[in-house]
Nanobody
Framework: QVQLVESGGGLVQPGGSLRLSCAAT????????MGWYRQAPGKERELVAL???????NYADSVKGRFTISRDKARNTVYLQMSSLKPEDTAVYYC?????????????????WGQGTQVTVSS
């Protein structure tokens, strides 16, 4: 059973930095795209950043130039370095991974989510 285990959230002042980590554990053949999403109170979950298996990245306009996504394939881990944090970045951040799985003789893409980690930006 694949699990995504997140860490690194917390309370930070505006303008500060945090780094989130997400490690995929369990039995898996490989990992395709990995990403970070966030959900603020009363709002829908939104994409923050994506990184492909080849290293291509995609960011939400609201975080471009402030956040950096990276991954360590050997450790099955994705990171989100967040800088110049703003109060509007406050949310629960979720890790996401697309993992190919062999089911009934067919390769399918399974989507996994982490449990979420709270990021609060406040003075």
């Amino acid at each position: 059973q694949v699990q995504l285990v997140e860490s690194g959230g917390g309370l930070v002042q505006p303008g500060g930095s945090l780094r989130l980590s997400c490690a995929a554990t369990g039995s898996m053949f490989s990992i395709d795209d990995m990403g970070w999403y966030r959900q603020a109170p009363g709002k829908e979950r939104e994409l923050v950043a994506l990184i492909s298996t080849g290293g291509s990245t995609n960011y939400a306009d609201s975080v471009k130039g402030r956040f950096t996504i990276s991954r360590d394939k050997a450790r099955n881990t994705v990171y989100l370095q967040m800088s110049s944090l703003k109060p509007e970045d406050t949310a629960v951040y979720y890790c996401n991974a697309d993992i190919p799985e062999l089911r009934g003789g067919r390769w399918l893409r399974a989507e996994y989510w982490g449990q979420g980690t709270q990021v609060t930006v406040s003075s």
